[in-house]
């Protein structure tokens, strides 16, 4: 009984001796497969490019500034021969198929007007009042536009404050240019990785940026040379797509 005893005290302290070597070795213990990473995995090689689309368009639509000033010695005058002048240009473009839709008051004014100061500096003295009704007026039919100016200064305008032309189908402008980005990158990727001895693979990202046609502005219209059939030019509108494509090469 004495001899097993001392063979298991012995076999305990072999092992109690075995780890402490192994902990003053310094071993170290594996880790699993899903702590590491094996040398071959690296990033896939890849080409980024940035290809650009445009398409010019002629605009379609446009939006008149006009309307009625008139003056008298007093403001009730004043104002009542405005709205009487205003009524019958509103009438007049109604009647020239502007849907009533389409007539937007923008301003209306009465302001006094003053006589010029004395060269002594003396003060101002009111001579009369000034009325204004402004009014926004939107026109599809640009073949149109020159004879509703002139209709409006026969109906009594006296005030065009500009045009503003745009093109109204701009999804599909910007579809057709960002049709012509897409090619643009891909011919650009496509050659880089001809000259590299690579292939194209799947694209890895995809960016646009795009600018939007801006309105065309064109300055005040002086009324005394709105006569018949007002020449009016809209010109050409370009709106721009840029894509930002990064390809994966094999």
């Known amino acids: 009984m004495f001899k097993k005893n001392r063979r298991l005290l012995a076999v305990i302290l072999l092992g109690i001796l075995g780890a402490v070597l192994l902990i003053s070795t310094g071993c170290d213990i594996p ?80 302001r006094p007007r003053y006589e010029e100061p004395e060269p002594n500096g ?47 189908n701009t999804e599909e ?10 090619e643009d990158a891909r011919h650009k990727a496509e050659q880089l990785a001809s000259l590299a001895g690579a292939e194209l693979s799947a694209p890895l990202h995809v960016t646009e940026s795009s600018d939007r046609p801006r309105p065309v502005v064109r300055e005040e219209v002086a009324m005394e040379r709105a006569a018949a059939a007002v020449p009016v030019r809209p010109g050409t509108q370009t709106l721009e797509v840029q894509v930002s494509v990064e390809w994966e090469i094999q």
Do not use: H, K
């Open 122 to 168: 003396g003060t101002r003295e009111v001579s009369g009042y000034v009325a204004s009704n402004i009014v926004e007026v939107r026109v599809e039919e640009l073949d149109a536009l020159g004879s509703i100016l002139d209709t409006a200064v026969q109906a009594g305008g006296n005030r065009i404050e500009g045009i503003q032309f745009e093109v109204s």
């Open 31 to 110: 880790t699993s497969s899903a702590q590491t990473m094996s040398d071959d995995e690296t990033a896939p090689r890849s080409i980024q490019v940035r290809g650009n689309g445009e398409v010019s368009a002629q605009p379609d639509v446009a939006t008149v500034r006009l309307g009625v000033q008139t003056e008298a010695e007093n403001a009730e005058d004043a104002l009542s021969q405005n709205n009487e002048s205003m009524q019958s240009l509103i009438t007049a473009l109604e009647n020239a198929d502007i849907p009533t839709d389409d007539i937007q008051t923008q301003s209306v004014q009465l």
């Open 173 to 182: 402008l910007q579809d057709q240019a960002r049709e012509a980005a897409w």
